[in-house]
């Protein structure tokens, strides 16, 4: 083998590994994408429910005046 095929065949290799640490950049990319939808749809669940305590909480007040 010549040292041009090999040099050759290591460009190719290096290439490769190239293109792998690109897919793997871009899934790392993706995932945390997906972490940060799931945070935010989190805290918009959470800021429902405080919505939705508050609601409860203003309901159970006009009971309690309607009581009086």
Not at 15 to 20: F, M, N, R, T, V
Not at 25 to 38: F, G, M, N, Q, T
């Amino acid at each position: 083998m010549t040292k041009d095929k090999i040099i050759d065949k290591i460009e190719k290799k290096i290439d490769s590994i190239e293109k792998l640490h690109d897919k793997e950049s871009l899934l790392c990319e993706e995932v945390k994408d997906l972490l940060a939808d799931l945070r935010d749809e989190e805290e918009e669940s959470f800021e429902d429910e405080e919505e939705f305590e508050d609601d409860d909480e203003q309901e159970e007040d006009i009971d309690e005046e309607e009581e009086n």
